[in-house]
């Protein structure tokens, strides 16, 4: 059975850093594109970032800069960074895991995901 958990979320204030984990299980994780999307109160969930197996990195636009997302294989783990912290992000961050690889920023072609943690930004 596949679980993605989450964890790292929280309330911080503007300006400020977090950091989520994503812990994978009952998948080989080295081979998936682990993704990081968000979702706003009213609002489809959206892409934030992208990691395939050989490190290479994707990001939205608005997030380009602040955020870092790496992975530890050894571990089944992907992290993500967020420094510089804005209200406009306040929104619940889902992990998920993609097999194929070809649109990493659809989360129609992600095959797994965790429940989601709350990251609240406050001005």
């Known amino acids: 059975q596949v679980q993605l958990v989450e964890s790292g979320g929280g309330l911080v204030q503007a300006g400020g850093s977090l950091r989520l984990s994503c812990a994978a299980s009952?998948?080989?994780?080295?081979?998936?594109?682990m993704g990081w999307f968000r979702q706003a109160p009213g609002k489809e969930r959206e892409f934030v970032t992208a990691?395939?197996?050989?490190?290479?990195?994707y990001y939205s636009d608005s997030v380009k800069g602040r955020f870092t997302i790496s992975r530890d294989n050894v571990k089944n783990t992907v992290y993500l960074q967020m420094n510089s912290l804005e209200p406009e992000d306040t929104a619940v961050y889902y992990c998920?895991?993609?097999?194929?690889?070809?649109?990493?920023?659809?989360?129609?072609?992600?095959?797994?995901w965790g429940q989601g943690t709350q990251v609240t930004v406050s001005s």
């Open positions: 998920g895991a993609d097999r194929s690889g070809l649109r990493i920023a659809r989360r129609e072609d992600y095959d797994y």
């Open positions: 009952g998948l080989t994780f080295s081979v998936y594109v």
């Open positions: 990691i395939r197996s050989s490190g290479s990195t």
